[in-house]
């Protein structure tokens, strides 16, 4: 039975992660106060042609909020990928932001989360929250001249190890995985790409055939063969499969020693995940489906986890991201963001990892790092030796295209106005 007193020690546990980090505090108190007097909603044009390899879908499925200062600060925040939704949350939620000082970032979010999860905490709501905390943190970094990950404490990394997640949507030169496994792996161990992400698992209501499970396990062996223990192996079951058919993929990987199994099923049952954990040496990955330090929290407590991935644009905004960070720390568990969305998240990314000590992994993808984000941003970070770094330029450091804005490539719908 949980008694009072251990129910305070939790608490005070839970508390302990829960605090801005020193050098966000103090940046905020010397940067001269501000109002917010404008929110624009950002979209794109749906027929933007962006070439190299299939590329997926064209345009972006990403869109951006900006909030502008009486001081002539300009943050921009982003989310993905629901854009009516996200555009529909913002509407509903600007008036609560609109006249408040960008600095009050631990402020904006609990009043915004407060009314959120009093109404079913989630979905959209959750995402425009995360996208108004990312542009209230590269507001202040602008204000106080310094990057995102000083901010968050400073670096504990001098450069982030990435790897690539490979899909049949998001293509290298054309490239699939199955028949070009080997090529994509030996393609990416020459750029010094030396971890990769894939989906070798098929479902059919939630049940793995052998057939499937025969054919997954073709590719992890090919990658094997080919490259040794040099390529690293992500594998992400994209949340498709029941408890049994976890449990047999998790045997079935454990002699080739991968990286992480990510999102073996869905992320309703910390209890089933637990025991999964439990059952096998696989590494045990969850999950960018999460959102804010309280729903992480059971997962932890529980051992239902070995890696914690998350997505600032869904889970509270890079402020959260860094307090579920440190909470994950205090398990001595490590972190793995989730970056395929836009440009934007994908360089916060880089700061929350630069200034995260629990950090393992972050996700990239060559067609959007070379193709996407290209057109969208002028300095976006290329892996070196598979590494990357964040921008020093202060806040976020994005360099947005201004063109967008100029040639309607970019559709900007102001929601609320002083």
């Not at 501000?34 to 909603?41: E, F, S």
């Not at 027929?47 to 943050?75: K, P, Q």
């Not at 479902?203 to 590719?219: F, I, K, P, T, V």
């Not at 058919?245 to 992480?260: C, F, G, H, T, V």
Request: net charge neutral.
């Amino acid at each position: 039975m949980t008694t009072r007193r251990d129910f305070l020690k939790r608490a005070a546990g839970a508390g302990a992660c829960a605090a801005l980090p020193p050098a966000l505090l103090a940046a905020a108190d010397k940067v001269e106060p501000m109002r917010i007097t404008r929110i624009d909603a950002v979209t794109f044009r749906k027929d933007i042609r962006i070439g190299g390899g299939s590329g997926g879908s064209d345009g972006a499925e990403f869109c951006w909020v900006r909030l502008h200062t009486d001081r002539g600060l300009i943050g921009t925040g982003e989310t993905y990928p629901f854009n009516q939704g996200e555009r529909g949350a913002l509407r509903d939620y600007a008036r609560r932001i609109i006249k408040r000082d960008p600095r009050d970032i631990d402020g904006v979010w609990r009043a915004y989360y407060h009314d959120m999860a009093m109404r079913n905490a989630g979905g959209a709501d959750m995402r425009i929250l995360s996208a108004i905390n990312m542009a209230q943190l590269d507001i202040l970094g602008q204000a106080s001249g310094l990057p995102l990950y000083r901010l968050l404490g400073g670096k504990t990394r001098q450069s982030v190890r990435v790897y690539n997640t490979t899909t049949d949507y998001w293509a290298i030169n054309e490239m699939k995985m199955g028949p070009d496994t080997l090529k994509i792996t030996r393609f990416l161990l020459d750029r010094g790409i030396t971890a990769m992400k894939l989906y070798p698992f098929s479902a059919a209501d939630n049940y793995l055939s052998n057939q499937a499970m025969e054919r997954g396990m073709r590719w992890i062996r090919e990658i094997r063969d080919s490259a040794g223990q040099e390529m690293d192996i992500c594998v992400d079951l994209w949340g498709r499969f029941d408890l049994p058919s976890a449990q047999r993929i998790a045997k079935a990987l454990e002699p080739y020693n991968i990286m992480y199994l990510e999102d073996a099923m869905l992320m309703n049952n910390a209890q089933a995940y637990a025991q999964l954990a439990r059952e096998t040496s696989v590494p045990i990955c969850m999950s960018e489906t999460l959102a804010t330090r309280y729903e992480y929290r059971e997962f932890l407590e529980l051992k239902a986890c070995d890696v914690v991935m998350f997505d600032l644009t869904w889970c509270g905004g890079p402020s959260e991201a860094k307090k579920i960070a440190d909470l994950a720390d205090t398990y001595f568990i490590p972190i793995s963001p989730h970056t395929c969305g836009g440009p934007l998240l994908y360089m916060c990314s880089a700061h929350v990892c630069a200034a995260a000590p629990n950090f393992l992994i972050m996700e990239s993808n060559y067609w959007k790092y070379t193709h996407q984000f290209p057109y969208f941003v002028n300095n976006v970070p290329v892996p070196e030796k598979g590494q990357v770094k964040p921008p020093e330029l202060p806040g976020i450091g994005a360099e947005i295209k201004p063109e967008l804005f100029r040639n309607g490539d970019a559709i900007v719908e102001t929601v609320a106005q002083v």
